[in-house]
T-cell receptor
Framework: NAGVMQNPRHLVRRRGQEARLRCSPMKGHSHVYWYRQLPEEGLKFMVYLQKENIIDESGMPKERFSAEFPKEGPSILRIQQVVRGDSAAYFC????????????????FGPGTRLTVL | QQQVKQSPQSLIVQKGGISIINCAYENTAFDYFPWYQQFPGKGPALLIAIRPDVSEKKEGRFTISFNKSAKQFSLHIMDSQPGDSATYFCAARDGGATNKLIFGTGTLLAVQP
């Protein structure tokens, strides 16, 4: 049973380019979360999505960042016109449906994408 | 109010000793408190979690103690091993429509052989 998958694992971009980070949730999970981890810091919530819906984007920067979770395919976190301050590890997590089951609160994390902006 | 404060920032423990990491929160709407373990270059892995209606939960060598009135919770690692050396994060779930986790700043644990 595969866990949360993220790709690429490492991504290098020059300032001004676009970064696309992909996340495939665990099988049977319909909720996806994106978190950002700056060096030597904890994880900061960015966005919470269900299929075709953004539920909570309170942690997303107002500009240049967007996220989607289409009906088919992985969730995508997109960063346009990257700047050096975007360099971080970006983690995706998934959880089962909130309704029913003992583990609905549990979020399982992927290995992350480490973005470096030159 | 959305913060989770974690201490200590780093911890050195001898093999076989007890590691204790503490967290405190303000928001009484938090309704679920997980602990994650993270090794360098890896994603956080769920270790153990507790809900506020329980004062203690034990799984193997790992125990969470929860004090609802003080709004504090802690992770105890009994018989600490070198393989436990990692960064530990406490977190709290923001109850309501969102399921987002608010993380502490992490504790780097080193268990010396």
């Amino acid at each position: 049973n595969a866990g949360v998958m993220q790709n690429p694992r490492h991504l290098v971009r020059r300032r001004g380019q676009e970064a696309r980070l992909r996340c495939s949730p665990m099988k049977g999970h319909s909720h996806v979360y994106w978190y950002r981890q700056l060096p030597e810091e904890g994880l900061k919530f960015m966005v919470y999505l269900q299929k075709e819906n953004i539920i909570d984007e309170s942690g997303m920067p107002k500009e240049r960042f967007s996220a989607e979770f289409p009906k088919e395919g992985p969730s995508i976190l997109r960063i346009q016109q990257v700047v050096r301050g975007d360099s971080a590890a970006y983690f995706c997590a998934s959880s089962p449906s909130r309704v029913g089951g003992p583990s609905y609160n549990e979020q399982f994390f992927g290995p992350g994408t480490r973005l470096t902006v030159l | 109010q959305q913060q989770v404060k974690q201490s200590p920032q780093s911890l050195i423990v001898q093999k076989g000793g007890i590691s204790i990491i503490n967290c405190a929160y303000e928001n009484t709407a938090f309704d679920y408190f997980p602990w994650y373990q993270q090794f360098p270059g890896k994603g956080p892995a769920l270790l153990i979690a507790i809900r506020p209606d329980v004062s203690e939960k034990k799984e193997g060598r790992f125990t969470i103690s929860f004090n609802k009135s003080a709004k504090q919770f802690s992770l105890h690692i009994m018989d600490s091993q070198p393989g436990d050396s990692a960064t530990y994060f406490c977190a709290a779930r923001d109850g309501g429509a969102t399921n987002k986790l608010i993380f502490g700043t992490g504790t780097l644990l080193a268990v010396q052989p």
